[in-house]
């Protein structure tokens, strides 16, 4: 038993900060999903990795994160009520005050995504996606507005869909609301459904100007003047609002269009604006973003330019990690596969190497990845891969783990393989195990080989004809779907999707199981570093003391929902679906 092992759980009970040295946070700030002149040259850019101040020249000045107090990580939104500036994030908005690098959050509202906010009569109205709009009023106090009307308005579907509120704004003396189900109307109280036209439903932005609304949709322009609508086409569009005295509108491969005397033309912004999502005006300087990054016009006098990009990972939705070295892997859900080393970033692309992908494990000079169409391996600049048709049970590969005598265990969505000499033995399909969705792969210390699966925990070895299934039926676990596997010694800790984590000790034969708590746990989402244990879930880095002792949790994450954990010397690496984190001790 190991009875002074620190342990980190889903389980906590107790939260905690760590001391030391700030985090240092690693985040994409490619995408941009709103922006803000702010004066004097500056611009505020909201974007999928924090909030970012730039100067007149693109240069970023500082980012913010969920680190900095923040609600979250990616920024959906960016308003001004009176002089109040409101950052709307995807867990809610943050009141905040600016001075220079440094960033002050006054109070919080919400926990749903803030895509607008808006004052009307009053009262402070904020559209959230999933949640509605909720009015706030000056004593306080928060209300949700209902609506009103809607086709099959009773049906799931359509409730969700007008929930999706993505845009407010006041034309014609109303507050009008732009949803995913369409466009509403504020009348007594509560929010009605206003036709616009068959394909129109899905309202992305409004822009009030005075009797006219001004309408984008994913299917077009629009502007709603009385009872009158009139469509101006465009295609998918993601924003529309006014840029030196004329309606403009940015849309999702379409650029930014204009519209003169009853129709779109180009506007006169960078063609490099194809896949637009933000743009905002303020005095005559003008910032612009989508997909493709951010570009500032500091007035009418002045040229376009592009915001420079900061180095960061090739996406903030990381899935693994490995260390080699001093040299960090980085493993990301859909954009490939990256090192950080020395303080700076580096893509790492190569035509056999799949941009999914699942894990990372560090042989030697060899990296693994495990990837949605198969195991690649990296050795230097060279790439191999294997797949079905070289032996593998199945074309994805979910995890790896090696072996005692340097064979690497690799769990594929059928069944399991041993990789060394020759072809890959196959563990799973010959015995009949139902040992589907292979999440996680172990060796315990008497070389017994552990699957965890969406059916259950699986041990036994590779020649085994029959192996032992450990599953909720058996009495073993809470949760039978096994995401991730920790050996240590003669036991092992295995992670559940939403049963926390249970610990596997044998002795002479026989297998207890001890739970050690309730939680939703990663793939891959349980690491050793020394005597700690540290559990990567959808609510954070669990951290405590003992096998069955008080829990806390690690704060300080740009992202709640935690993938990974590495350590290089003292440093501990924490991977999240909104970024990394560099924690020194």
Not at 8 to 22: D, H
Not at 185 to 202: D, P, S, V, Y
Not at 279 to 299: K, P, Y
Not at 533 to 558: C, H, I, K
Request: glycine share 16%; net charge positive; with cysteine.
């Amino acid at each position: 038993m190991l009875t002074n092992a620190r342990i980190v759980v889903a389980s906590l009970i107790a939260a905690t900060s760590t001391a030391g040295a700030a985090p240092m946070v690693h985040t994409n700030i490619g995408e941009v999903r709103a922006c803000y002149p702010l004066g004097g040259g500056d611009f505020l850019v909201g974007t999928g990795g924090g909030l970012v101040r730039v100067d007149a020249r693109g240069t970023t000045k500082k980012v913010w994160t969920a680190v900095d107090g923040l609600p979250g990580t990616r920024i959906d939104s960016i308003s001004m009520i009176g002089t109040a500036m409101w950052i709307g994030t995807e867990t809610g908005a943050a009141q905040v005050t600016l001075d220079g690098a440094r960033l002050a959050v006054m109070k919080t509202s919400g926990s749903r995504s803030v895509r607008d906010m808006l004052a009307f009569s009053g009262a402070t109205y904020v559209a959230t996606w999933e949640g509605g709009i909720v009015k706030l009023t000056t004593d306080g106090s928060s209300t949700m507005v209902p609506f009103r009307g809607g086709n099959t308005a009773r049906s799931t579907t359509a409730i969700q869909n007008r929930s999706r509120t993505a845009a407010l704004a006041v034309a014609d003396g109303a507050l009008w609301a732009g949803t995913s189900g369409g466009l509403y109307k504020l009348r007594n109280g509560q929010f009605e459904l206003m036709t616009i036209e068959t394909g129109a439903n899905e309202v992305t932005s409004l822009y009030g100007d005075g009797a006219k609304l001004w309408i984008a949709t994913t299917a077009g322009l629009f502007v709603r003047e009385g009872a009158t609508v009139r469509g101006y086409g465009g295609g998918d569009l993601r924003r529309v609002t006014r840029v030196d005295g004329e309606i403009v509108a940015a849309g999702l491969g379409g650029g930014v269009v204009r519209v003169d005397r009853g129709r779109l033309v180009t506007a006169a912004l960078p063609t490099e604006l194809v896949m637009t999502q933000s743009i905002t005006e303020r005095d005559g300087a003008v910032c612009a973003g989508g997909l493709d990054g951010v570009w500032l016009r500091g007035s009418k006098d002045t040229a376009w330019i592009a915001g420079a990009r900061t180095a960061g990972p090739p996406a903030n939705d990381i899935s693994a990690l490995a260390v080699d070295g001093n040299r960090l892997w980085v493993g990301t859900f859909d954009h490939g596969v990256a090192i950080f080393e020395n303080g700076a970033w580096k893509r790492f692309t190569h035509a056999k190497l799949d941009h999914r992908v699942n894990a990372l494990l560090v042989d030697g000079t060899k990296i693994w990845v495990a990837t949605a169409t198969g195991l690649s391996v990296i050795d230097g600049t060279t790439v191999s891969q294997l797949g079905k048709r070289d032996g593998l049970p199945a074309r994805g590969v979910l995890s790896l783990a090696k072996m005692r005598d340097g064979r690497i265990l690799a769990g594929t969505m059928h069944g399991a393989a041993i990789l060394g000499e020759g072809r890959p033995v196959s563990i799973g399909l010959k015995q009949n195990l139902e040992a589907t969705n292979v999440w996680a792969v172990a060796e315990d210390a008497d070389g017994s080989i552990w699957l965890g699966t969406t059916t259950g925990l699986y041990r036994g070895r590779a020649d085994d004809k029959e192996w032992t299934r450990y599953s909720v039926a058996t009495g073993h676990l809470r949760d039978d779907w096994v995401m991730a596997l920790a050996p240590r010694g003669s036991a092992i800790w295995a992670g559940t999707y939403k049963g926390g984590v249970t610990r596997f000790d044998v002795s002479s034969g026989v297998v207890t199981a001890t739970p050690l708590g309730d939680g939703w746990i990663n793939p891959g989402g349980l690491s050793w570093h020394g005597d700690t244990l540290y559990a990567s879930t959808m609510e954070g880095v669990r951290t405590g003391d003992g096998a069955q002792a008080t829990w806390a949790v690690l704060r300080g994450m740009p992202g709640k929902d935690t993938t990974a954990t590495a350590r290089i010397g003292k440093t501990l690496w924490v991977s999240t679906r909104r970024g990394l984190v560099a924690r020194a001790p």
